[in-house]
């Protein structure tokens, strides 16, 4: 069998020509069922006056299958008409035992059936933003805060290296662009349209050393570049600049430490920042050591309302996130990481202590450390080492 993927479109009226000459070459077409008559017509004209025959399928992939199969000794043509063009494109690729050759040729063709994707998840944001109430009553900042959440449900995925929950947080996250896109519009503000020409644009803006002439060796020489860029061609000035005032804390730390770095303040490596963590430790540890001394009732610990405390607290922190950030180590991502092995091994030694008879809640701290080392100890191999 020689099968050919030819890239239709969802409507008529938008056909390349290069299409239907393809499909006007003779042979078996296959099509999606469920067309509208406009498109069915002008493609079972295109086939029937190349001499070829024309096969609707359901977009299912037993029907898929079974129609191929029965077409096994012919050359095939399939025709990604409509709505389900790519789907039925994703369905014969994962059936096909043979090279498949595209029209056009494999670049364009991805392209081509992405911009189809992307122009249908817009049409159906369009639709739900005019005729559903809940849709229609939010703004942009109602929307934000969705947002956020999706980037750290994604953020959850990506540390479990669970690639199918990340295909659906991105479309969950997608969404968001398009909905937010769609805002501007209605405020002339812009369209997705525009959002993605100026994301080009800033992109090709910062690699002219991929897109023009300009020289850059390294990943360092490429950030000094960009800088230079935001600068000089950008207008940002100072700094800070565009550091985001809202994003959480240990983001926040970590994109000043990088804007320092950029104009030169920053250590050569982390071996060299590492000390500033045991600095600022002993910093804090004088005010349990003035605690411990001043001590009334057995309370050892530092009086929380000093401000001082916040301090040293805020200072240890900041020292952690910027040795992580020269580690190359996103330090959002590894305590995300650790919080959820403590969660894992918190629950497993309750579930220990139960299978004993013993209620988690009511044993000493030394019993629950001796479970909780226990369900650390009972970890696959292969589980990250520390905790």
Excluded at 207 to 219: L, S
């Amino acid at each position: 069998m020689g099968l050919t993927l030819v890239y239709i479109g969802a409507a008529a009226g938008l056909v390349p020509a290069a299409s239907l000459r393809a499909l006007a070459g003779g042979g078996a077409v296959v099509v999606p069922e469920g067309l509208d008559d406009d498109m069915h017509a002008l493609l079972g004209e295109a086939v029937t006056l190349g001499g070829g025959t024309l096969h609707v399928v359901a977009v299912d992939v037993d029907d898929v299958g079974v129609l191929l199969t029965r077409l096994a000794d012919e050359d095939v043509k399939v025709g990604l008409a409509g709505a389900q063009g790519p789907r039925l494109a994703r369905l014969v690729r994962a059936w096909a035992h043979t090279p498949i050759v595209t029209v056009p040729d494999d670049a364009s063709f991805g392209a081509a059936l992405v911009g189809q994707e992307l122009a249908s998840l817009k049409s159906i944001v369009d639709v739900l933003r005019l005729r559903c109430p809940w849709d229609r009553e939010q703004t942009p900042r109602d929307i934000i805060a969705y947002t956020v959440e999706e980037v750290y449900e994604l953020a959850d995925t990506i540390a479990d290296d669970d690639l199918i929950a990340q295909r659906g947080e991105l479309g969950d996250l997608l969404l968001q662009v398009v909905l937010l896109s769609l805002m501007l519009d209605e405020q002339d503000a812009g369209d997705l349209g525009l959002v993605a020409y100026e994301i080009e644009a800033k992109l090709i803006r910062r690699h002219p050393h991929i897109f023009a002439d300009a020289v850059a060796e390294t990943a360092a020489e490429v950030k000094g570049r960009w800088e230079r860029i935001k600068v000089e061609q950008e207008g940002r000035r100072g700094i800070f600049h565009d550091v985001p005032r809202r994003a959480p804390a240990i983001l926040h730390a970590r994109k000043m430490q990088q804007r320092a770095s950029a104009v030169g303040f920053d250590w050569g490596t982390a071996a060299e920042a590492f000390h500033k963590i045991a600095e600022e430790h002993d910093e804090l540890a004088e005010l349990f050591a003035e605690a411990a001394n001043l001590a009334v009732d057995g309370v050892r610990d530092p009086d929380r309302h000093d401000p001082r405390v916040k301090h040293e607290i805020g200072d240890l922190l900041f020292a952690t996130v910027n040795v992580a950030r020269l580690l190359h180590v996103d330090p959002e991502l590894a305590l995300r990481e650790t919080s959820r092995r403590f969660e894992r091994r918190v629950t497993a030694a309750a579930s220990l202590a139960a299978n004993e008879g013993r209620e988690w809640s009511a044993l000493d701290l030394n019993d629950q450390e001796s479970y909780y080392l226990r369900a650390k100890a009972g970890e696959p191999a292969a589980a990250d080492p520390g905790q």
